[in-house]
């Protein structure tokens, strides 16, 4: 994986209202590895270990498109867990907008025989 790093202020046609706040800021940037599908197939073990060990995804291209991600199993499961959680929030959300909320009050009455 490359990593490098460019001062903000360097960039062309940037402006503090665009989001830039300090002319002194540094952007991280790190650029995904990406592999050819016939590469995964010819060096899979490698590509894999390599993936398990330094948790950097790998893009996988096919005819020059994007065509999957090759991920580590911890990442994978934890943005499954986040995403998880996100579509819970969204559905709390959505029940609030359409009105469909308890008083703490009546929310306690209604778990009570559950709380004993």
Known sequence: M???FRCRS???GRHPKMGFTSSRSVTKVSLMKTELVTTLKRRATDIIAA???DRNPVLITQHGRP???VVDVETFEGLNEKLAVLEIIGRGERAIEEGRVVS????RK???RWLK
């Open 67 to 69: 065509a999957a991600y």
């Open 104 to 107: 703490h009050h009546n929310a």
């Open 10 to 12: 360097d960039l062309p």
């Open 51 to 53: 993936v398990a060990r």
């Open 110 to 112: 209604r778990l009570s």
């Open 2 to 4: 490359k990593t490098f």
